[in-house]
Every structure is written in C-alpha cells, then in structure tokens.
C-alpha cells in the first residue's frame, strides 16, 4: 500500500506517482473519490438561520463543520509544498528555525529544494538537513526562514485511537493546500515500503491507519485530529494488487507523531541517527527457497561480529523460520517480525541446520542507522 511516488511524491506538477506496496496487501497512490474540503473560505455563521437552511444541516453537523473549518485554519499554515526537481511532496513546519519534516522518499537523492509555505506563491530556498531512509524521515532547512513561520504542533501517539477524526493536509496532485477527511481506521500497523529512489524499501512500524484520502503528492503532509494536533505524518496509500495496481480507497497510512519527533530531534541535533529505537538481529540475510522453489525462511548470509545472533549462537546458513510465535517464510517476513518488537527484547529463534531444527534465546540489538546528509 502507499501513496508515494514514493509513497506521495509526485513527479511533475500533476504526473501520477509511483506505487508504493504493502507487505501484505497492496497499497498504492492513485486519486481517491474522498471530498477535499477548501483551506479558506468563508461560511455563514454558526447556528445563524442563514447557516441552518442553506445547508440543511443540524447544529451537530454546524458544530462539526466549524471544528473542521478550525483544524485547518490551526494546521494548514503549517504544511507546506516541497519541489525537488521535477517531482513534489509535501512538509511540516517543524521549528521557527526553519525545519520542515518530511518523508525521505519525498527528497530522494536531492540536497536542495524549493519550499512554498501554505498560502503563498513565493518559492523559498531549502537544503537538506538529514535523511533517514529506515523510518522514512528526512528533514530540510529553509535558507532565509521569513518571519511568521508557524511550526506544527504534534500529538501523543500513546492516545490515538480508533474511531478518531482526522484530516490529511498536503498537495495532492499539485494541488497545494489541500484537505481530506476520515477517521483513525487501525493503529499499530506494519507496512513495508517498495524500494526507490531515497527509499531501501524500508518497514515501518506503529503507523496509523485512516480512510482520509492520500493521493501522490500527499507524502510528507499532516494527518491532524481534532484538537489541532498532528498525529502522523501521510505515507503511504493502499493499491489493490488484483486490479493491476489500481487506488483502493480509504487505506492510507501515516508514520506515527512519536516516530517523527524522534526521528527528526536527532536529525536536527546531531545531523544523524543514533537512537534507531528499531530491534535487529546483527545479521544479514536472504529469502531462503525449498526443493519446490517456494519462499521457506530467511537464511543468514552474514554474521555481524558481536551481534545478537552471534551472541546467541546463530551462524552463515542457518535458516530462521520463527521470531517467537510468528512464522518467518522470507526476508520481508523478517523484517516485519523485527519491525514490532524493541531493541533488548529477548525472543526465541527458531531454525534449521543441517537439515535439523533448533531454537535459541536471542536478546535484540538496535538497528544500525543508514542515512544521508549533505
């Protein structure tokens, strides 16, 4: 699943986007049918008769109209346009200092950009801070941040549940400023990237499911709730895999507000990664096939010196096919595994060797960082 070209980012001013795929089902960009509700305008009052009858709404709906109408007016000014070339996403505002968080997949392999904040046509000069490809994060800098920058303020991922409001802000499509509405449809996710362009095809855990349209173009932008806050950051769109890649509506995901602080301090700080918080077993591996040529495990290819696995006894050919109680069919099958546990959990491995299966206690270590900076 994911709205990307990658994930969101649109090559050309309105191109369609390349697809991004789920681990398990497929997710993709594409245009979804979901209303875009208009970032400015002005409404008949709340509750004023003129109100009640042209729309034919109850005051509930009035109520919920002007908390829309409110979100967007709090978190609009902080999403912003990103053009890398001839390709474009979407940002948030992150300080006053001129940081702006974004996917990695949305700046690629690019080092410089033009920025254009919500509700101005001037096109402001960027470059790179840092990017962080295994979470999907990158952040950029303004290079004459104008005054009046309105940094986003974000939201406690531990209290995100489902059933909650929420709407997507970015430029889908080209279309700056844009608004879609749905609800929280699932946390917890695990979704696996394609590979691209700034993109190793990363797993990411603890995202946020909406129905809220995430079209190319989106990637980078805001999933707000309705106390103003951003929730995630807009990723990924689902595609339908039985209809050549075709959108499916309402299946979009976005990296959780937790992960994007996380990430995007350290970046900013330090200008890297040190704190991956993301589990791993200090190996390196393939997908392992048997006599009928079907998926059977992930064969360890490398032993990092050191590591857990070699800490725990685990060498070159042995084949893993369980972390736990879930079954390990292939290396994408891995990488999901570790994508929901945490760096010093103690896991059982279970595996053959020679033909023979055995298990052994490994205590995770932490994901080295792989990433970029100018």
């Not at 305008?41 to 919920?64: C, F, V």
């Not at 509700?119 to 790179?128: E, I, P, R, V």
């Amino acid at each position: 699943m994911g709205p990307r070209p990658p994930g969101g980012r649109l090559p050309g001013a309105v191109a369609v986007a390349l697809a991004a795929v789920l681990a398990l089902a497929g997710c993709s960009s594409g245009t979804s049918s979901s209303s875009t509700v208009a970032a400015t305008g002005s409404s008949p009052a709340a509750g004023s008769p003129q109100a009640a009858s042209s729309s034919g709404q109850s005051n509930g709906g009035i109520q919920l109209q002007d908390a829309y109408q409110a979100v967007i007016a709090n978190v609009l000014p902080s999403v912003v346009q990103i053009t890398t070339g001839d390709s474009l996403g979407s940002g948030i505002v992150y300080d006053d200092k001129g940081d702006i968080v974004t996917n990695a997949h949305v700046v690629g392999t690019a080092t410089t950009f033009t920025v254009t904040l919500a509700n101005s046509t001037t096109a402001l000069d960027a470059g790179l801070v840092a990017s962080y490809p295994d979470t999907d994060l990158a952040v950029i800098r303004l290079n004459n941040p104008p005054s009046g920058l309105k940094p986003a303020s974000f939201g406690d991922s531990g209290k995100v549940q489902i059933g909650q409001i929420t709407l997507a802000m970015g430029s889908p499509l080209g279309l700056s400023s844009s608004v879609t509405q749905g609800i929280v449809s699932a946390i917890g996710r695990t979704v696996s990237e394609p590979q691209g362009p700034g993109s190793p095809g990363a797993t990411i855990s603890n995202m946020v499911q909406t129905s809220a349209a995430i079209n190319p173009g989106n990637s980078g932008g805001a999933l707000a709730d309705l106390d103003s806050k951003v929730i995630g950051i807009n990723t990924l769109a689902a595609t339908e895999p039985q209809t050549n890649g075709a959108a499916a509506p309402g299946i979009g995901f976005a990296i959780p507000a937790s992960t994007i602080t996380n990430i995007a301090d350290q970046l900013i700080k330090q200008g890297k990664v040190t704190n991956s918080g993301r589990a791993a077993l200090g190996i390196t591996a393939r997908t392992s096939f048997n006599q009928q040529f079907q998926p059977s495990g992930a064969v360890i290819v490398e032993v990092t010196p050191g590591g857990a696995a070699a800490s725990a006894g685990l060498q070159a050919g042995d084949v893993i096919t369980k972390i736990g109680d879930t079954q390990v069919d292939s290396l994408n099958a891995l990488t999901t595994a570790l994508a929901s546990l945490s760096p010093g959990t103690k896991v059982t491995v279970t595996y053959t060797r020679n033909g023979a299966t055995k298990t052994a206690d490994v205590t995770l270590g932490e994901l080295a960082a792989a990433q970029t900076s100018p």
